[in-house]
């Protein structure tokens, strides 16, 4: 079974500053995705930024890099120039592929608060 | 275009009493999904529908939780009787056909049940 684990329970940081928040995972296939989903307070879940586990090449959305590193199944998420609107629980989660599996079903982490200070 | 809507969004019950909760998924999306956040966990996968079949319902905790999608359209998840362990963050949320793989999610239903 595929297990996702973030470490870090609550984050800050200053604004205009980086941040990198941690994400590990654990599961015998090949073919997957990987994403970031980013909750603001009391708002829907939205994805922030996703890796398809074929590919090499590290995913950026603007200020949203990410840390593929497959072979130590980690996943970090980078967040640079941060703003307040950043603030919010952010959720790692695994997804088989779909064509690999009848199903699309997420696998979340814990999630990690992340405190945006001015 | 709308995105996902739940209804409610917050319910209180009391325990042993039945609680429904709704879904509406984007129009056209075939899969629509239940998960569910227990306070202080991770979110945890329920069921997955295409359309109107149940494709996979591996994470329904027990018999006490019921969920249905009439034709294909909007789901329905019903928790009879409520216990106490079933409070948390209900969330729903929908994709396209197959091979999707962004799931837009709706803003939740937090149970309270005392």
């Known amino acids: 079974a595929q297990t996702v684990t973030q470490s870090q329970p609550e984050m800050s940081v200053q604004e205009a500053e980086t941040v990198t928040l941690s994400c590990t995972y654990d599961?015998?296939?090949?073919?997957?995705?990987l994403f970031w989903y980013k909750q603001p307070p009391s708002r829907q879940m939205i994805l922030v930024i996703r890796q398809e586990a074929y590919k090499q090449q590290n995913a950026t959305e603007n200020r949203f890099s990410v840390n593929f590193q497959k072979a130590a199944k980690s996943f970090s998420l980078k967040i640079s120039d941060s703003q307040l609107g950043d603030t919010a629980m952010y959720f790692c989660a695994f997804m088989t592929h779909p064509f690999s599996s009848n199903t699309g079903k997420l696998i979340f982490g814990q999630g990690t608060t992340l405190q945006v200070k001015p | 275009e709308a995105g996902v809507t739940q209804f409610p969004s917050h319910s209180v019950i009391e325990k042993g009493q039945t609680v429904t909760l709704r879904c509406d998924p984007i129009s056209g999306h075939d899969n629509l999904y239940w998960y569910r956040r227990v306070m202080g966990k991770e979110i945890k996968f329920l069921l997955h529908f295409v359309k109107e079949s149940k494709q996979d319902e591996s994470g329904m905790p027990n018999n006490r939780f019921l969920a249905e999608r009439t034709g294909g359209t909007y789901s329905t998840l019903k928790v009879q009787p409520a216990e106490l362990e079933d409070s948390g963050v209900y969330f729903c949320?929908?994709?396209?056909?197959?091979?999707?793989?962004?799931?837009?999610f709706g803003p939740g239903t937090r149970l309270t049940v005392t």
């Open positions: 599961t015998s296939e090949n073919n997957y995705y």
């Open positions: 949320a929908s994709s396209q056909g197959t091979g999707s793989y962004e799931q837009y």
